[in-house]
């Protein structure tokens, strides 16, 4: 069975020193809270985390915001205010991992033959 393959929905906030990214569940949740702010963050998101890509773009390595790197661009550290203008103000993206082949019994042997 193929794994790996799940689509993946972030969006991609370039600012003026750091790359930030969240990651959604899909765009019609998003699209749905843009039309209609009562619809909670909890239902956008999709963990409720911001990466910075140290300038490298949409495809860098992620590491965790600093409340400094926040604070600095959005002029607040708080991640509720954080997220909404990074919501607001970035790109929608979506890619699909590459499938992989795992193995399927390692007991098995390294031919997959049973004894």
């Excluded at 619809?39 to 409340?67: E, Y």
């Excluded at 926040?70 to 002029?75: A, M, P, R, Y």
Aim: aromatic share 8%.
């Amino acid at each position: 069975m193929p794994r790996a393959n799940d689509s993946t929905h972030k969006i991609f906030y370039k600012g003026r020193s750091e790359d930030f990214i969240v990651f959604v569940d899909d765009l019609n949740t998003l699209q749905k809270w843009k039309g209609d702010r009562s619809v909670p963050l909890t239902d956008v998101l999709n963990g409720w985390k911001i990466f910075v890509t140290h300038g490298h773009g949409a495809q860098g390595v992620l590491d965790s915001a600093s409340k400094n790197a926040l604070e600095n661009e959005f002029g607040t550290s708080d991640d509720d205010d954080c997220m909404v203008k990074i919501l607001e103000g970035g790109e929608y993206q979506t890619s699909t991992g590459r499938e992989r082949e795992g193995n399927k019994n390692v007991s098995m042997g390294s031919l997959g033959v049973t004894r």
